[in-house]
């Protein structure tokens, strides 16, 4: 009787190092995997690099006075919550005059410096003196540019009464007036400044007689 044909069901030998090899890549592959996710979850819980704005700083020490211009500065970018308020632009800077010394690298903001000679622009010698309004009305029409002429009350020596008036300054330039005044308390109806005085332009002789004429002076504007 003829054996019977066994069946071919015997399958490819499987030895140590294939085994371990399929072991090693399976390692490998999971440790792959934790790599890439630790990775995407740093990214997505890392911040964002901050915005920045630009900046001035000082490339040197400066010394409270100094007329500040181009070459004082350079720009910067800075995280802009780091930046403080009132930052000067290069428009605002050139002419600007130091109120206190500037460290080189310090930002530049407008409480470190101070507006430009109110005298820029005026004849050699000219002197600036503070005049009062005599009508806080006046105030309304009055504004830096504007040309005016300044009288004085004159009195009577003896009495002290008003006999009229005599003009001591012609055809001089306003250059500061106050503030508007600023409504404060409960119900807004004090005003919080008072001050009645403008700065004008005049030429040494005149602010002689208008510093002697102080407390009976009053401005007259001057048509166009």
């Given at each position: 009787m003829p054996l019977p044909t066994?069946?071919?069901?015997?399958?490819?030998?499987v030895g140590p190092w294939s085994r371990r090899r399929?072991?090693?890549?399976?390692?490998?592959?999971a440790a792959g995997l934790v790599a890439a996710a630790g990775g995407a979850a740093v990214a997505t819980l890392a911040?964002?690099?901050p915005a920045t704005s630009p900046a001035l700083v000082a490339v040197r020490d400066l010394p409270v006075g100094a007329v500040?211009?181009?070459?004082?500065?350079?720009e910067v970018q800075r995280p802009g919550e780091t930046l403080p308020d009132g930052l000067l632009d290069r428009a605002?800077?050139?002419?600007?005059?130091?109120?206190?010394?500037?460290?080189?690298?310090?930002?530049?903001t407008d409480a470190r410096a101070a507006d430009a000679s109110v005298l820029t622009g005026q004849p050699a010698g000219t002197l600036a003196v503070t005049v009062d309004v005599g009508d806080p009305a006046v105030?309304?029409?009055l504004g830096p540019g504007v040309h005016v002429d300044v009288l004085a009350r004159t009195e009577d020596p003896l009495t002290g009464a008003a006999t009229g008036a005599e003009r001591i300054a012609t055809d001089v330039v306003v250059l500061r007036v106050p503030p508007a005044p600023t409504a404060t308390g409960l119900l807004g109806g004090t005003p919080g400044s008072s001050a009645t005085s403008v700065?004008?332009?005049v030429e040494p002789a005149t602010a002689t007689r208008v510093t002697a004429a102080a407390g009976r002076t009053v401005v007259a504007v001057r048509g166009a």
């Open positions: 066994p069946r071919a069901t015997a399958r490819t030998a399929r072991r090693l890549a399976r390692r490998w592959l911040p964002a690099a500040l211009g181009p070459g004082d500065v350079r605002r800077l050139t002419g600007a005059v130091l109120a206190g010394p500037v460290r080189r690298g310090e930002v530049l105030l309304a029409g700065l004008v332009a």
